[in-house]
């Protein structure tokens, strides 16, 4: 079992496949997943997109200035944060928001010595406006967060069960990967993260896991050290 893990939910995921917002009752059993991990004894640390309500590389902004779109991601962000603070925190467990960006009402300043002794005290941590700067992703992010904390492993929590040749849904005969390396990812150009995270994970030998957060406890079978989705090594 993985004792500290850094798990990255998208923005779309807690839309639900609606589009856009928060489906309440996805993000409620997304929530009881997280809290059952809490309990089994690992230490949780949670990066969360914002494309469910802005992506600053998404059509809607194509004519906005990039530094301002990202910013306006990066918010979005928070805004799925809180929402993921509330819902776990009504399952029991003690639960923080860190923010990359100061917004001292809402959200804790983003330090790594405070969210690692977080952790240790068996506290939720949910890191908000990915890095805080702009041109780099929620992934990033995750990969930047797992290597700071120093997490075990980096879980990316999507709509498909693994890394494919291609894109499963739109191309039935892709074939899975089991496992994979991220020079494999770079070569072949795979869109699972962006290069810059895939690069940053490689360089630091960061194993990553991408799996499917659809069906119900795999966030807990994945963390147990379970064979699901796809593992990437270095």
Excluded: W
């Excluded at 693994?162 to 089991?178: E, L, S």
């Amino acid at each position: 079992m993985f004792k500290r893990v850094l798990l990255k939910v998208s923005g779309e995921a807690l839309a639900a496949g609606r589009g856009f917002g928060i489906d309440a009752i996805f993000i409620h059993k997304v929530a009881e997943e997280i809290a059952q991990v809490a309990r089994s004894g690992a230490q949780v640390a949670i990066v969360v997109g914002g494309g469910n309500f802005f992506r600053g590389v998404a059509e809607q902004a194509i004519d906005m200035d990039r530094v301002a779109a990202d910013h306006m991601g990066m918010l979005s962000t928070v805004i799925n944060a809180i929402a993921l603070q509330d819902a776990i925190e009504k399952q029991g467990i003690a639960t923080r928001v860190m923010s990359a960006i100061a917004m001292h009402e809402v959200a804790e300043p983003y330090i790594r010595r405070r969210a690692i002794r977080h952790l240790e005290k068996g506290r939720v941590v949910i890191f908000g406006a990915g890095t805080g700067n702009p041109y780099f992703s929620t992934d990033t992010a995750a990969a930047l967060r797992a290597m700071e904390i120093k997490a075990d492993v980096l879980l990316k929590a999507t709509s498909v069960d693994g890394i494919y040749t291609a894109d499963p849904k739109k191309v039935p005969d892709a074939v899975k990967f089991q496992t994979i390396t991220y020079m494999e990812i770079l070569k072949l150009g795979l869109k699972v993260m962006d290069a810059t995270a895939v690069s940053l994970c490689k360089d630091n030998s960061m194993p990553m896991i991408i799996f499917s957060m659809r069906e119900e406890g795999n966030i807990m079978r994945v963390v147990k050290g379970e064979t699901l989705g796809s593992m990437v090594t270095a």
